[in-house]
């Protein structure tokens, strides 16, 4: 078939051609969907749930968990996922991710403030009292508030922890608890 100049789709001589992109980024960026809806895939369903992604991709990862053992299988279902991910935007998805990860700036940051408090509190035991307001002021009437009497143990056994050169197990208890509360 002769194509007049000009109509063929990919004709060399047209400007345009400089607009799309290569084959092997199409390619790599298809191979990141795939990749992003892996990712999504090994998350558990109680933080897949938190994402807020489109019915049709929640199923189709659900429909992936069962292909575990499946190795063609597997393989097509995330082919499909990466498809399904072409409709939407997938950078709010792996902003999210990044956030569950702690690999966020705003996450890192929260980390840094949280591990400050901690250290704060190990030095000074008013601190709890600060943290106590801190969180009433924030919280509505139906949450609980913190619970002073474990922040005080948990505080005491981590001194001694650090007194006895034992494994830190109520420091980091502390930071969980922080995070809770945060």
Do not use: C, W
């Amino acid at each position: 078939m002769v194509f007049p100049t000009g109509s063929f789709p990919l004709d060399p001589l047209d400007e345009d051609t400089d607009a799309l992109p290569s084959k092997t980024s199409r390619k790599r960026e298809m191979q990141a969907l795939q990749d992003l809806g892996e990712q999504l895939t090994a998350l558990p369903p109680e933080q897949l749930k938190n994402l807020s992604l489109p019915e049709a991709l929640f199923a189709a990862i659900a429909d992936a968990r069962r292909f575990a053992g499946k190795r063609e299988a597997l393989r097509r279902q995330r082919q499909y996922i990466g498809k399904l991910m072409r409709g939407i935007d997938p950078e709010p998805i792996r902003a999210r991710l990044d956030a569950l990860r702690g690999l966020s700036a705003d996450e890192i940051a929260r980390q840094h403030r949280l591990e400050g408090l901690r250290d704060e509190l190990m030095s000074d035991e008013k601190t709890i009292e600060r943290i106590a307001q801190r969180v009433a002021q924030r919280i509505d009437q139906d949450s609980p508030g913190v619970d002073i009497k474990r922040l005080r143990a948990l505080r005491r056994n981590a001194l001694k922890e650090r007194e006895q050169r034992l494994p830190p197990k109520a420091y980091r208890e502390i930071f969980k608890l922080l995070r809770e509360l945060d």
